[in-house]
C-alpha cells in the first residue's frame, strides 16, 4: 500500500479513535490505524531504517494550540496531521527522535540523540532479552548457585536504571536486574525476592556490566498466591447483587471521539505514552449557545515511584511508569461487568508496536455515569421547600499494568462543573527480605515486613497531572490563596477574625509551590479580561491533596531527575514542546530536563497561556493488609468553579423520578413538618413559615 491509496480524511467505523462522522480528522484526533500504517511505510522507506530498527514510540505531534484554535474559530488553515517517531536501532543503538508529515508523505525533521540527555524508552524487546543475557553470564549463574538457585526457578525482573554516573553506563542502554523465585507456572514470583542480588545489564551488547552479590538473605517463603481458593479462604457468601440499569440508556452522547454528556463538552484521547487524554474540556451555555473552554488538554504527564530503601541493590529503584515505560501501552482491555458496571461505553485504544504497526487494545477506556448522592439539598422551615436533587459523575477511566503494580486513571465530571482525578493503586507491592531485627531490637528502618520474612520497601507514587489550562480563554491567570488567622487588634476586638491571603503567580521561576493543609491552601486559575455577574474574574480553583512531595534528598540523582515531584505545583507559559514534567527522554536522563528547564527561562505567567503540572499522590509505608493483593488505594486532586458561575449551576437538574424536568414529589417527605412538629409539637403546614422565634440558626 502506498500513501495515496490511503484515506486519511474518511472516518473509519471501525475505528472509534477517528474523529467522528464528519470526514475531516481534527486536529487533537488520536491517530487512526491507517495513519499509523502511514507513518510506518514513510518512515521505513528512509535510507537508515534498517531491519533492527524499532518504532520506541509514535504518537501524534500535536499542532500548536494558537493554530488548532484559530481553525476551529474560521481563521487558519486546517493543521498538518503530524506524528512524533522515535526510532531505536537495535544493532547500533542509533536513536533518533523524528517528525512524520502524514500528509505530506515525509520526514520533516531527524534528531539524534547521543544519549547524554538520556535515552529512548525502554522496549519490551529489551525487556523479553534480560533474562537470556543474564543466563548467559557465569557470575549470575554462580550467584544463584549458590543461594541454591538456578536460571529454571528463578523469574529476571528488568527494571530501568536511573543515572548514576557509573562510567562504563555512560551513552549505553542499560537496565538493572533483579530475581524472584517461582515455585510453579501459577506461584506469584512476587512472593520470592531473590535479595542481595542485582546485575546491570547493557541490552545493546547484551553483557554484564556489572553484578552487585552483596548479602545472602533467604528468600521468603510466603504465599503470594492470592487467587489459590486455599489462600483466599471460604468465599463471603452473604453479598446480594447490586444491579446497576439505565432502562433509557446512558445520557450522554458519543460522535467519534467527541462526548456531550449534560453541559460538558470534550473529545477522548489516547497516547501510547500518557494514555488517556481528555482534551478541550468546556462547559456548554444554554443561554449563549457557545460552549465555554475550562481545559484545553489534560493527563497524566508523568508518574514517579521512588523507593527509600538504600540497600546496595535498591538505591536506584526508582520508576518513571510514563516517560521511562510508556505506561499507556499496558492498558488493559476492560470487561463489562467486571472493570466497569452500568450502561457503559468503551473507547478502543489504537498504537503502533515496535515494529511500526497499528494495533488496537479494544475497549481500552470505560466511560460510564454513577449516582454520587446527594448534589444538593434544603428543608426550609420558612416556606416549607423540600428540595434535594442527586449528584450523578461522568467517569473516564482507563488502567494500565506496569510490572508488579495496577493503575487506574478515573476523571470525573460533576453536574456542579467539578472536574476530579483520580488514581486508583492496586497489584502486587514490590518486595524484599525483610532483614529482621537489628542487635538493639529496632525495626529496619526503610521497608514493613509485610508477611512472616516479607519487606516492603517505603515508596512514593508521584503522579504529574499537565493541565493546559484555558478558563474562558488562553489568557490565564493563577492565586496562591491561603486561610489566614487574622490578631487581635483595632478592628478585630474579639479575636474571631479570619481572612484570607491572595498571591499571585507571576513568573514560571517563583511557580514551584507546596500544598499546606493547614491554611487550606488552594491555587485559583482565572481569566484575566471575563468576568462573572459579580465583575470579579471567572475562574476554576485547583484542590490539591497536601501529601509528602519527593522525600529523596535534594542533592540526589533523583531529586535532579525529577524536580517536578519536589513541589506539588508548578507553572509554566505554553510551549507546544513541553509536554513531560521529567522531559522527553527520561530513560538515564542524568536530570535538568523537564520543569527544571521549562521554568529555567522564568517566563511571565501572569494572564498569560498558561500549564499547570500538579503533583499528586501517596508515601506508601506498605501494611500487612497491602499483600498478597493490594486493596485499592486513592490519590486525587479537585478542580471546581470558582465564580465561573453566577450561582449553582446546577438548580436545573430535575428532581429525583422526573426524567424531563417536570417535579416530581415523592421525595418532599415533608421533612420540615416533622422538624416544626418535634420543636414546638405543632404541626405547621407547609407554606406557613414559622416566625415564633425558635427559627434562628
Ligand atoms: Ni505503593
Known sequence: MTIADLDLTTSDASNPATGGGSGTLHPLASLTAAEFTAIRDIVSAAPDFTATTRFA???????????????????????????????????????????VSIGGGEIISTAVLDGSTGQLPVLIEEFDAIAQIVADDERWVAALHRRGLTVDNVICVPLSAGYYEFPEEEGRRILRVLAFRMDSPSDHPWAHPVDGLSAYVDTATRSVTRLIDAADLPVPATSGNFDDPELQGPPLDTLTPIVITQPEGPSFTVDGEDVSWGNWRFKVGFDTREGLVLRQLGWADAASGQTRPIIYRASIDEMLVPYGDPSPVRFWQNY????????????????????????????????????????????????HEEDFG???KHSDMFTGSNEVRRSRRLVISFFTTVGNYDYGFYWYLYLDGTIECEAKLTGVLFTSAYPGLDEAGADYPYASEVAPGLGGPYHQHLFSARLDMMVDGVANAVDEVDAVRVPVGPGNEHGNAFTKA????????SSGRVADASVGRAWHVTNASETNAMGR????????????????????????????????LFVTAYDPAERYAAGDFVHQNPGGDGITRFIADDAPIDGEDIVLWHTFGPTHFPRPEDWPVMPVDYAKFTLKPYGFFDRNPALNVPAPGSSAGSSADHCAHHAIDAVSEHATGEAHPAGHASHDGHAAH
Open 57 to 99: 514510540y509514535v504518537g501524534l505531534d500535536e499542532p500548536h494550540k494558537r493554530d488548532v484554535l484559530a481553525w476551529e474559530a474560521g481563521d487558519g488553515e486546517l493543521p498538518d496531521r503530524r506524528a512524533r517517531v522515535m526510532l531505536l536501532d537495535m544493532a547500533t543503538g542509533r536513536s533518533t527522535d523524528n517528525v
Open 320 to 367: 518513571f511508569d510514563t516517560g521511562e515505560y510508556l505506561f499507556g501501552r499496558f492498558t488493559n482491555s476492560l470487561a463489562l461487568g467486571c472493570d466497569c458496571v452500568g450502561e457503559i461505553h468503551y473507547f478502543d485504544a489504537v498504537l503502533a508496536d515496535e515494529l511500526g504497526n497499528p494495533f488496537t487494545i479494544a475497549n481500552g477506556i470505560c466511560m
Open 374 to 376: 446527594t448534589l444538593w
Open 502 to 509: 491572595v498571591t499571585r503567580l507571576t513568573t514560571e521561576g
Open 537 to 568: 474574574p471567572t475562574g476554576y480553583v485547583l484542590l490539591p491533596t497536601e501529601s509528602p512531595t519527593l522525600l529523596a534528598d535534594p542533592s540526589s540523582s533523583i531529586a535532579r531527575r525529577a524536580e517536578f515531584a519536589t513541589k506539588h
